[in-house]
């Protein structure tokens, strides 16, 4: 047995604490080691800085902070810095890390983040430890629920973010209840993600489980998502993400988009989404684009896909406008449109909690394309209640037996 394979059993069995030497200091580095008091009220910020900090100046290989197991650690705003250097760095979670309850923590701070991993190549965040982003408060005052409230706030913490990051793995972490996303992924690439738990509420606004933009060589695999808003959504300026084997719901389903809000040009292909379960969520397979938006989305493909009471199992909104979130006339009619082509759908089966089950919603101006519908069997969740499809300028090929019958023009 190494020297990892002892330390990984008295982590286990919450045997190593700063009182407890360690015959690889250079290697491993607990926050306990740098000050963190772990009493759940004392702010272990500086600790944890510290550790992060002496890690990534490491030399030595692998180089692991230790958050340990059976402890809570009060951690305030905090970005660890890379790059680092050692070609790789982890991060290992066992214990719970908390946000500060009270938005009046990030006063003067920028309110879109908690934790951020900015610049790090090789990163391995890992564990089966809880991020608790204690995000009520911040719901409460949210503008996307509470539009009329005086001082509501439209922007929350995100519990983790990776940006600029590569070659980096998050798995094993429960994220619980995040002000706003549990995690982002941005203008990052070669990044697996595995075998997370993410909840919330099915009611807390803007509670996306992952949100992916900017990013390449994304995979999201193994992964339980219950939230508020969209399970996985996927932003501008992505290629190569796959979404696999993942339970989703309640939430919002698994969303390409929503894309060019600010008339931007759009930039999303091979996006693969396959093996999801969607229960009880108020979308399945969706591609949401705002009209003013230009550009593309294409390749993208669901397949082996299985429906529990899904309102919206197969949804293409060119239409998609947030109200509360619209300036001047961006819900207008318009003459421009996101060009959709060559998305599959294949082996959708289950029940839909509404009369539309397959709603292709495209632009009267740019028409979605080589869109193709392959062995779709959706009912309704109602005893004796039919299901139907719905088009508007969505066209394509049909492929076995699909059900509802489609409504896609050749």
């Given at each position: 047995?190494?020297a990892?394979?002892?330390?990984?059993?008295?982590?286990?069995?919450?045997?190593?604490?700063?009182d407890?030497?360690?015959?690889?200091?250079?290697?491993?580095?607990?926050?306990?080691?740098?000050?963190?008091?772990?009493?759940?009220k004392?702010?272990?910020?500086?600790?944890?800085?510290?550790?992060?900090?002496a890690?990534c100046?490491?030399?030595?290989?692998n180089?692991?902070?230790?958050?340990?197991?059976?402890?809570?650690?009060?951690?305030?705003?905090?970005?660890?810095?890379?790059?680092?250097?050692?070609?790789?760095i982890?991060?290992?979670?066992?214990?719970?890390?908390?946000?500060?309850?009270?938005?009046?923590?990030?006063?003067?701070?920028?309110?879109?983040?908690?934790?951020?991993?900015?610049?790090?190549?090789?990163?391995?965040?890992?564990?089966?430890?809880?991020?608790?982003?204690?995000?009520?408060?911040w719901?409460?005052?949210?503008?996307?629920?509470?539009?009329?409230?005086?001082?509501?706030?439209?922007?929350?913490?995100?519990?983790?973010?990776?940006?600029?990051?590569?070659?980096?793995?998050?798995?094993?972490?429960?994220?619980?209840?995040?002000?706003?996303?549990?995690?982002?992924?941005?203008?990052?690439?070669?990044?697996?993600i595995?075998?997370?738990?993410?909840?919330?509420?099915?009611?807390?606004?803007?509670?996306?489980g992952?949100?992916?933009?900017s990013?390449?060589?994304?995979?999201?695999?193994?992964?339980?998502?219950?939230?508020?808003?969209?399970?996985?959504?996927?932003?501008?300026?992505?290629?190569?993400?796959?979404?696999?084997?993942?339970?989703?719901?309640?939430?919002?389903?698994?969303?390409?988009?929503?894309?060019?809000?600010?008339?931007?040009?759009?930039?999303?292909?091979?996006?693969?989404?396959?093996?999801?379960?969607?229960?009880?969520?108020t979308?399945?397979a969706?591609i949401?684009?705002?009209?003013?938006?230009?550009?593309?989305?294409?390749k993208?493909?669901?397949?082996?896909?299985?429906?529990?009471?899904?309102?919206?199992?197969?949804?293409?909104?060119?239409?998609?406008c947030?109200?509360?979130?619209?300036?001047?006339?961006?819900?207008?009619?318009?003459?421009?449109?996101?060009?959709?082509?060559e998305?599959?759908?294949?082996d959708?089966?289950?029940?839909?909690?509404?009369?539309?089950?397959?709603?292709?919603?495209?632009?009267?101006?740019?028409?979605?394309?080589?869109?193709?519908?392959?062995?779709?069997?959706?009912?309704?969740?109602?005893s004796?209640?039919?299901?139907?499809?719905?088009?508007t300028?969505?066209?394509?090929t049909?492929?076995?037996?699909?059900?509802?019958?489609?409504?896609?023009?050749?």
């Open positions: 047995m190494n990892m394979d002892v330390f990984a059993l008295m982590l286990i069995f919450g045997l190593y604490s700063a407890l030497p360690f015959s690889s200091a250079a290697t491993i580095f607990s926050v306990l080691n740098y000050g963190a008091k772990a009493d759940g004392t702010d272990d910020s500086n600790a944890f800085s510290a550790a992060w900090k890690a100046g490491a030399t030595t290989q180089p692991t902070v230790v958050v340990p197991s059976s402890r809570n650690f009060l951690v305030y705003p905090l970005i660890f810095k890379g790059p680092c250097k050692s070609s790789q982890s991060f290992q979670l066992i214990g719970t890390i908390s946000s500060p309850s009270s938005p009046s923590v990030w006063s003067g701070r920028d309110t879109s983040k908690w934790l951020t991993f900015n610049g790090v190549t090789g990163l391995l965040i890992t564990g089966t430890g809880t991020i608790d982003s204690h995000g009520s408060a719901w409460g005052q949210s503008c996307s629920d509470h539009p009329n409230l005086k001082g509501c706030t439209s922007l929350a913490p995100t519990a983790l973010s990776l940006i600029s990051c590569k070659q980096s793995t998050i798995s094993g972490i429960y994220f619980v209840n995040s002000a706003q996303e549990h995690m982002v992924i941005y203008q990052s690439n070669d990044i697996l595995k075998n997370i738990h993410i909840t919330a509420p099915g009611n807390s606004p803007n509670t996306d992952i949100h992916i933009e990013s390449q060589n994304v995979l999201v695999n193994n992964s339980v998502i219950a939230t508020g808003d969209d399970c996985v959504s996927i932003g501008d300026m992505t290629s190569n993400i796959n979404v696999s084997f993942v339970n989703c719901g309640p939430g919002h389903g698994v969303s390409v988009g929503s894309l060019g809000k600010n008339g931007n040009s759009v930039k999303v292909e091979n996006i693969h989404v396959k093996r999801v379960n969607f229960k009880g969520s979308n399945g969706r949401k684009t705002w009209q003013v938006g230009l550009g593309y989305v294409r993208i493909s669901f397949e082996h896909i299985t429906l529990q009471s899904v309102q919206n199992p197969i949804y293409i909104d060119q239409y998609y947030d109200i509360k979130g619209a300036r001047g006339n961006s819900c207008a009619q318009k003459s421009t449109g996101v060009q959709i082509s998305v599959t759908y294949n959708i089966v289950g029940t839909s909690s509404t009369y539309v089950a397959i709603n292709l919603n495209c632009s009267k101006s740019v028409a979605c394309t080589g869109i193709t519908l392959s062995s779709i069997q959706i009912k309704s969740d109602k004796g209640q039919q299901v139907i499809s719905k088009c300028n969505a066209h394509g049909n492929s076995g037996v699909v059900q509802p019958k489609s409504c896609l023009q050749s």
